[in-house]
């Protein structure tokens, strides 16, 4: 039997069918208008704006460094440009593969993989990195015909940092390095993060560290316009950087290149000082060491020879090698005495070549000086003197009276890192020692302080510093190495300004008094073979201080004494001695007595700056050895003598 349907019903559930398919519809259709909505709309800055990141990328300029001067215009530090072959650690594959493969392309020696496994250690695998620089055109051409071969690898044109006189002057002028983890997250901290964006290199040491903002410059940027696998389509647009600033310093490179050769081999430091303003002549530490080095990522090699090396020669000896001063510290101990009525000049004390003290003998002149007033006692350097002289003023009172001197306190130069040494007080042993016997001041401690020794510690510079003062008439200005600031764009020469002189009210007959003193001892005193035939007057003090500490009763042998254990050997002097342009304190480290090795660098150093004069070859060589006296040889004329590298 036929089932008879009703086209009726059939109607009906088609109409809801429809109904239902329409309503999904439209629902659909509103969700889709809905979503267009929020995005057109609701979202548009945003998402416009992501679509404008996508299309371009807005790429740091590294601004180029500036650079730096002598005082007379001679470049210490500058830049050059070169290429080098760079690896994206994230899009290179298998690096040791791929490292491999780019050898035979360029020439990639173990010192490049050593640094280049170091820079990764120190970075983010996604930065690129050097794993070649300074390349040749030839290699150039070679990779670039085959870079197809090397995803994440490409040529780069950089500025390198140049330092074209090798190690002169390397620890006053610095270098410069990659910037580390800690120096990133200081960075990032700091105002200067955008200004440090593509910066790879920072200022580690000496003026590149100290005046690092104004060298550094401003960073600038292009905007560029990207395809989808990121390669750079056009130039939209560019806001140029600007090039650091030059820094001009005090330092005469020159005088700077005569002292290290005058040392030679030998370590030790000097600093000349000009005592009207504070301007940092030379500063000088030995040995040096080759700044160049640095700029690319110094090998493990080099590294190893200068970090482990019993010379240190990455110490900077004139801001943090610290030193007893010796004899050089008479002077300061008779302008104490006058200035506060502990001693009359005219007084007369018997040196018999010894002086006791709470049962304990310490050692003066072999046979003695016989009767000598404070005149002689500078001249001829009379322990026995300065012996009694520490015990009648007392330890506070030494300290007291040096403080304002700089003696065993932060300058203010401007380069970082200075230590500040030891000036000591029955305060600074209370607080320097844990044990409760140690803290205590003996008064057979304060003899040695009398003569520079004991606990006595201080760095050239301090010396150097109070050596300006005093010839300066009691006049201390802060001393420093940058002059002035050259802008790179507009070429205007900014003058750094200075702190005025501090007058530390020193009554003129008493620094007179010790000036005529010194005046005699490089005319009949210990100075006297050094400064023979001087066409001008100098003042000087020579000095001697023990490495390590003796006894008493122990006479100095320095042939049994391993080389490091000798006595050190200083020299202090200012010229002209009636109206003085040059001061400086210079030490040869275990060289021993200061009129034998640190005096002959003094008379070449006044020699120049006075006369215009550069010593001969042979002279050079004979100081070099501390056999020379009074120059020997024809000098030569200092603005004929070429200035070139090692």
């Not at 190690?167 to 440090?196: F, L, P």
């Not at 690319?296 to 482990?308: F, H, K, S, T, V």
């Not at 060289?591 to 700056?609: L, M």
Request: contains cysteine; hydrophobic residues 40%.
């Amino acid at each position: 039997m036929t089932e008879v349907r009703s086209s009726e019903a059939d109607a009906s559930r088609f109409r809801v069918r429809a109904v239902v398919v329409g309503l999904l519809v439209m629902t659909a259709f509103c969700l889709v208008a809905a979503r267009l909505v929020y995005l057109q709309v609701v979202r548009h800055e945003d998402l416009a704006a992501q679509a404008e990141s996508n299309r371009t990328a807005v790429v740091p300029i590294v601004p180029n460094r500036g650079l730096i001067l002598d005082r007379n215009g001679v470049v210490l530090a500058t830049n050059y440009s070169a290429y080098t072959l760079e690896i994206t650690p994230s899009r290179a594959g298998v690096l040791d593969e791929t490292i491999d493969a780019l050898s035979k392309v360029v020439d990639i020696q173990a010192r490049d993989r050593r640094r280049f496994k170091r820079l990764m250690e120190e970075s983010r695998n996604f930065e690129s990195l050097p794993i070649r620089t300074r390349l040749t055109d030839q290699e150039v051409a070679r990779f670039t015909a085959q870079r197809y071969r090397f995803p994440g690898v490409d040529i780069k044109a950089r500025l390198f940092r140049n330092y074209p006189l090798g190690d002169v002057a390397s620890h006053a002028i610095g270098y410069i390095g990659r910037i580390n983890q800690a120096e990133k997250a200081r960075i990032q901290d700091s105002e200067d993060e955008a200004n440090y964006r593509g910066t790879e290199y920072i200022g580690k040491l000496g003026i590149e560290h100290s005046f690092e903002s104004a060298l550094h410059g401003a960073t600038g940027v292009e905007q560029m316009e990207t395809s989808a696998g990121g390669r750079a389509v056009r130039k939209l647009s560019s806001h140029a950087a600007t090039p650091g600033d030059s820094v001009m310093l005090t330092i005469d490179i020159k005088l700077q290149k005569l002292i290290e050769e005058l040392y030679g081999s030998r370590r030790g430091a000097l600093v000349a000082i000009d005592p009207r303003n504070g301007e940092i002549l030379a500063l000088v530490s030995k040995p040096t060491f080759d700044p160049n080095l640095f700029v690319e990522g110094i090998d493990a090699e080099n590294w190893a020879a200068l970090n482990e090396s019993i010379d240190k020669p990455l110490l900077n000896r004139a801001l943090r090698g610290t030193y007893p001063p010796g004899s050089t510290y008479k002077p300061f101990m008779a302008l104490a005495a006058l200035q506060l009525n502990k001693r009359s000049p005219s007084l007369v004390v018997n040196d018999p070549g010894f002086y006791t003290f709470g049962g304990h003998t310490f050692r003066s002149h072999e046979g003695g000086l016989g009767g000598v007033d404070m005149h002689r006692a500078i001249q001829f350097s009379s322990n026995t003197y300065f012996y009694s002289l520490a015990v009648d003023m007392g330890v506070d009172a030494i300290h007291d009276f040096m403080k304002p001197l700089g003696f065993g306190q932060i300058t203010g130069i401007d380069l970082n890192g200075e230590v500040r040494g030891t000036l000591p007080s029955t305060e600074w042993k209370r607080n320097a020692y844990k044990r409760a016997d140690m803290k205590r001041w003996f008064p057979g401690e304060t003899v040695s302080l009398g003569i520079g020794q004991g606990y006595n510690n201080f760095t050239m510079l301090q010396l150097a510093l109070a050596e300006a003062t005093l010839a300066n008439g009691g006049i201390r200005y802060r001393p420093h190495m940058a002059k002035a600031v050259k802008n790179a764009v507009t070429g205007a020469v900014t003058e750094i300004v200075q702190p005025p002189g501090i007058n530390l009210g020193y009554q003129p007959k008493n620094v007179d008094l010790v000036r005529n003193a010194l005046v005699a001892v490089n005319k009949g005193g210990t100075g006297t073979r050094v400064f023979m035939g001087a066409p001008y007057t100098s003042a000087g003090k020579t000095g001697t201080a023990q490495a390590v500490t003796m006894g008493q009763n122990v006479k100095y042998n320095a042939k049994a004494l391993e080389e490091h254990q000798r006595d050190h050997s200083l020299f202090t002097a200012f010229a002209p001695a009636e109206n003085p342009t040059i001061a400086l304190a210079a030490i040869v480290e275990n060289a021993g007595f200061g009129a034998a090795h640190a005096a002959p660098i003094a008379r070449r150093v006044f020699d120049y700056w006075l006369m215009g004069e550069y010593p001969s070859e042979e002279d050079i060589a004979a100081a070099q050895k501390g056999l020379a006296s009074a120059p020997i040889g024809k000098p030569r004329k200092a603005s004929e003598v070429p200035l070139v590298a090692p």
